[in-house]
């Protein structure tokens, strides 16, 4: 499975970005997608799941809660993070990840493949 996420740049506080990450190879339905995003000089965190195959489950960091939401279209096999209501700390390179499992799973080791990250930027 091959990744490709898009869609950061610089925004300023309280704006709105939508991330995409599309894929190839694989059977994409199948496989839960996540979120994770590293900021400079920080380790890398998860900021969300969603799960694959039938009964989508999704799950977020604290922090993301209610203002981003995770979303997947499997016929364009392209995860989505709309981000609403941006603040500086969220700031980060994104990275989108996914995993052979249907099941989601907030720890990056557990992900077999990764995108190359797309940078955003929050202004105060």
């Known amino acids: 499975v091959q990744l490709q996420a898009s869609g950061g740049g610089l925004v300023q506080a309280g704006d709105s970005l939508r991330l995409s990450c599309t894929a190839s190879?694989?059977?994409?339905?199948?496989?839960?997608m996540a979120w994770f995003r590293q900021a400079p000089g920080k380790w890398r965190e998860f900021v969300a799941y969603?799960?694959?195959?039938?009964?989508?489950?999704?799950y977020y960091r604290m922090s993301v809660k209610g203002r981003f939401t995770i979303s997947r279209d499997d016929a364009k096999s392209t995860m989505y993070l709309q981000m609403n209501n941006l603040r500086p700390e969220d700031t980060a390179v994104y990275y989108c990840?996914?995993?052979?499992?249907?099941?989601?799973?907030?720890?990056?080791?557990?992900?077999?493949?990764w995108g190359q990250g797309t940078l955003v930027t929050v202004s105060s």
């Open positions: 969603i799960s694959g195959g039938i009964g989508l489950d999704d």
């Open positions: 990840a996914a995993r052979t499992y249907s099941s989601g799973s907030t720890y990056d080791k557990q992900y077999e493949y």
């Open positions: 190879g694989g059977t994409f339905g199948r496989n839960a």
